[in-house]
């Protein structure tokens, strides 16, 4: 063991938080790593619905153009990429905050309903785009399920070694836009 390394081969004196650590690990060979952490949501999200077209499993269904995303909307998108875009976005979802499941997910899309001259209400959002959007991110490999140790209780969806890859490898290539865009964020 090399002095002043811990055991993942990282050295401490570089590392101020989990986050930019300059590790032997995961191929970076000594340079700092960019993880979906470091950059913003929307260039993110950007950059994963560009891959996300690539994926075959991941198409919206022949109802998505008809279908509002919640009780609160008055009517459907109007992106023609949309499917991609949500998918992109509960991807990082749920590598940020899972495990997570279909009503937690639908919850995070949810906003408030104008109910007339009554008080507005907080509602989910639409809990049938939210499952089949998870159902084809299972199905592409991206995200699994998270099971307790007896293995028979399913805890909620969490993302896969693959889904965390293709994270990481979107957050490093928008990182120059996002330093362009973000002139502080260099500083991390």
């Known amino acids: 063991m090399l002095v002043g390394m811990n055991f993942y081969g990282c050295d401490k004196k570089n590392r101020s938080s989990r986050?930019?650590?300059?590790?032997?690990?995961a191929g970076t060979h000594g340079g700092a790593m960019t993880t979906y952490y470091d950059v913003p949501a929307d260039l993110l999200?950007?950059?994963l619905t560009e891959k996300m077209n690539s994926y075959e499993k991941i198409i919206a269904p022949e109802w998505a153009s008809q279908v509002k995303?919640?009780?609160?909307?008055?009517?459907p998108p109007v992106q023609d990429d949309w499917w991609h875009t949500r998918a992109?976005?509960?991807?990082?979802?749920?590598?940020?905050?899972?495990?997570?499941?279909?009503n937690r997910i639908s919850q995070e899309f949810g906003g408030v309903k104008n109910r007339g001259v009554k008080k507005n209400k907080?509602?989910?959002g639409s809990r049938n785009v939210?499952?089949?959007?998870?159902?084809?991110?299972?199905?592409?490999?991206?995200?699994?399920?998270?099971m307790n140790s007896a293995g028979t209780v399913i805890h909620g969806r969490v993302v896969s070694s693959i889904g965390q890859a293709l994270l990481d490898e979107v957050a490093h290539s928008v990182r120059g836009a996002a330093e362009q865009k973000y002139p502080g964020l260099e500083r991390y």
């Open 122 to 124: 907080a509602v989910s």
């Open 69 to 75: 995303t919640g009780t609160h909307r008055e009517r």
């Open 88 to 102: 992109a976005s509960i991807l990082r979802k749920v590598a940020i905050k899972g495990p997570i499941g279909t």
């Open 45 to 47: 999200i950007t950059g």
């Open 19 to 25: 986050l930019n650590t300059v590790c032997w690990t």
């Open 130 to 146: 939210s499952r089949k959007i998870l159902q084809q991110l299972a199905d592409s490999g991206l995200i699994e399920n998270s």
